[in-house]
């Protein structure tokens, strides 16, 4: 049974820093690509980062240099470190796992809300 279990988010205002942690379980984590997904209310689900088995990593265009995907293969776990928040940055974060050979992800968190007060 695939679980990945997100947790760190809050409140935190403009400005401020989370980090976000997903502890993963019932995967090969380490040759999965991992990452992270947000929802702001009305707007569609949109990728924010990820990080391929072999560390390289890709951000959308609205947090490079804010956040950081990092992973750790010895504890399962993948993080999202987010400094320099904006109230838009305000959304629920899902974290997510996927095969190399798949187009999206195979597995999803329940996600974990950040909500950034201006």
């Known amino acids: 049974q695939v679980q990945l279990v997100e947790s760190g988010g809050g409140l935190v205002q403009a400005g401020g820093s989370l980090r976000l942690t997903c502890a993963a379980s019932g995967i090969i984590f380490s040759v999965m690509f991992m990452g992270w997904y947000r929802q702001a209310p009305g707007k569609q689900r949109e990728l924010v980062a990820v990080i391929a088995s072999d560390g390289t990593t890709n951000y959308a265009d609205s947090v490079k240099g804010r956040f950081t995907i990092s992973r750790d293969n010895a504890k399962n776990t993948v993080y999202l470190q987010m400094n320099s928040l904006k109230a838009e940055d305000t959304a629920v974060y899902y974290c997510?796992?996927?095969?190399?050979?798949?187009?999206?992800?195979?597995?999803w968190g329940q996600g974990t809300q950040v909500t950034v007060s201006s």
């Open positions: 997510t796992a996927r095969v190399v050979s798949m187009p999206s992800p195979n597995y």
